[in-house]
């Protein structure tokens, strides 16, 4: 069985920093996906950023961008630039690819932007 | 309209009785999935199916029951709720190939039971 998880309970940081979130897991697998979803109050699930394992490397999305480590099995989220509406909670997930492929998620960040 | 839809959005129910959650997709979709969100706990999966005649246990599956109607449509049953039921509960959609691994997420149902 697969688990994710996140130290970080909570943080913040001013609005146009840098903030890094972090993400270990723990698998047997050689082949599965990795992602992060921002739930903002709305409690939307979004999609921020995937990361597939055999991909060297690191995915980007505008001001979103990994560091995964595959042998560390450590998997954070960096956000640039900060703006408010990036206050939202943060969770990392796990998917195994190829049969049976369902979420394993973290425990979530709870991330706010000071103005 | 949403792609996945979630009824009811909220609920306040009494311990004891029966509630349904229903999901329903308009993305063609034929894997669908249950998750519950507590606080301090992240997402837990609950049930999941792949195709209609396909229904699979998750890691949290005492207490409740799943029917999956139709290709479109995956419902969530707790026969008798109980307080520790109270949570947000997640219905998410994903292709029968998930190329990209990407699930789809409705709005949530957040349920308390009293």
């Known amino acids: 069985a697969q688990t994710v998880t996140q130290s970080q309970p909570e943080m913040s940081v001013q609005e146009a920093e840098t903030v890094t979130l972090s993400c270990t897991y723990d698998t047997s697998e050689s082949n599965y996906y990795l992602f992060w979803y921002k739930q903002p109050p709305s409690r939307q699930m979004i999609l921020v950023i995937r990361?597939?394992?055999?991909?060297?490397q690191n995915a980007t999305e505008n001001r979103f961008s990994v560091n995964f480590q595959k042998a560390a099995k450590s998997f954070s989220l960096k956000i640039s630039d900060s703006q408010l509406g990036d206050t939202a909670m943060y969770f990392c997930?796990?998917?195994?690819?190829?049969?049976?492929?369902?979420?394993?998620f973290g425990t979530g960040t709870r991330l706010t932007i000071i103005p | 309209d949403a792609d996945v839809t979630q009824t009811p959005r909220n609920r306040i129910t009494k311990t004891g009785k029966r509630i349904m959650l229903e999901c329903s997709q308009t993305k063609g979709h034929d894997r669908m999935y249950w998750y519950r969100q507590d606080p301090g706990l992240g997402l837990r999966l609950i049930y999941y199916s792949f195709d209609v005649k396909d229904i699979n246990k998750g890691e949290i599956s005492d207490g409740y029951s799943v029917s999956r109607q139709a290709q479109a449509k995956f419902s969530l049953s707790l026969e008798s709720a109980i307080p520790n039921q109270t949570a947000l509960y997640f219905c998410?959609?994903?292709?029968?190939?998930?190329?990209?691994?990407?699930?789809?997420f409705g709005e949530g149902s957040r349920l308390t039971v009293l």
């Open positions: 990361q597939e394992a055999y991909k060297q």
């Open positions: 997930a796990f998917m195994k690819r190829f049969g049976n492929e369902k979420l394993t």
């Open positions: 998410a959609t994903g292709p029968a190939r998930l190329n990209t691994g990407e699930l789809f």
